[in-house]
């Protein structure tokens, strides 16, 4: 079964910098793209970005410029999310999904999320 757990977010102001972990199971991380999504309160949930396998580059939203960094731990089944420059319309619960930008499955369980709220 796949299992996804995101940890870390929380409370920072305009400007801040945060991160957020997903530690995967159930498949074999190395051989998948993962991909951030989030949602906000009243919102659609919404891509954030995409790493590939391998050497295969990094994908993020337009809204991103520049501010967030996506990578991935293979010897540790985990994906990251730094988050620089945070903004109050980043204020969301962050998701980690296993697949690539078109391609991440809805289908598979759903963590907790993070939650990441940015508020003066």
């Known amino acids: 079964e796949v299992q996804l757990a995101e940890s870390g977010g929380g409370l920072v102001q305009p400007g801040a910098s945060l991160s957020v972990s997903c530690v995967a199971s159930?498949?074999?991380?190395?051989?998948?793209?993962m991909t951030w999504v989030r949602q906000a309160p009243g919102k659609e949930r919404e891509w954030v970005a995409s790493i590939g396998t391998g050497t295969l580059g990094t994908l993020y939203a337009d809204f991103v410029e520049g501010r967030f960094t996506v990578s991935r731990d293979d010897a540790k089944n985990t994906l990251y999310l730094q988050l620089n420059s945070l903004k109050t319309e980043d204020t969301a619960i962050y998701y980690c999904?296993?697949?690539?930008?078109?391609?991440?499955?809805?289908?598979?369980?759903w963590g907790q999320g993070a939650q990441v709220t940015v508020s003066a």
């Open positions: 999904r296993r697949g690539g930008r078109a391609s991440w499955l809805p289908s598979d369980s």
């Open positions: 159930g498949f074999i991380f190395g051989n998948s793209a």
